[in-house]
């Protein structure tokens, strides 16, 4: 059974920054590409960042370029994003997902409809 766990997810001030974590478990990690999404109330959700499998690849947001930073840790079987100069406009609810996808691909291979596993969401809440 496959496991997206999202944690980090908390109240912030403008300005500040916070550590968000993806947990994986029942995949084979290393054959996923992974990506964040977030969805603030009454919108959409959106594409946040991806990161290729092998990690050679990180794709952003234009929101989000420059403040945030997309990791892995394959061994570890985790994803993290470093969010930092955070703006209330960050205020959302914050998805993990995953897409078996092993060849370095572009932005639009990150899609809401083209991931295979989502996790449940962690809240963000930044503060002005």
């Known amino acids: 059974q496959v496991q997206l766990v999202e944690s980090g997810g908390e109240l912030v001030q403008a300005g500040g920054s916070l550590r968000l974590s993806c947990a994986a478990s029942g995949v084979t990690f290393s054959w996923y590409a992974m990506g964040w999404f977030r969805q603030a109330p009454g919108k959409e959700r959106e594409f946040v960042a991806g990161i290729s499998a092998s990690s050679r690849t990180r794709l952003y947001a234009d929101s989000v370029k420059g403040r945030f930073t997309i990791t892995r840790d394959n061994a570890k079987n985790t994803m993290s994003l470093q969010m930092g100069s955070m703006e209330p406009e960050d205020t959302a609810v914050y998805y993990c997902?995953?897409?078996?996808?092993?060849?370095?691909?572009?932005?639009?291979?990150?899609?809401?409809?083209?991931?295979?596993?989502w996790g449940k969401g962690t809240l963000v809440t930044v503060s002005s």
């Open positions: 997902a995953a897409r078996k996808l092993q060849v370095e691909a572009g932005r639009h291979y990150y899609t809401e409809y083209g991931m295979d596993y």
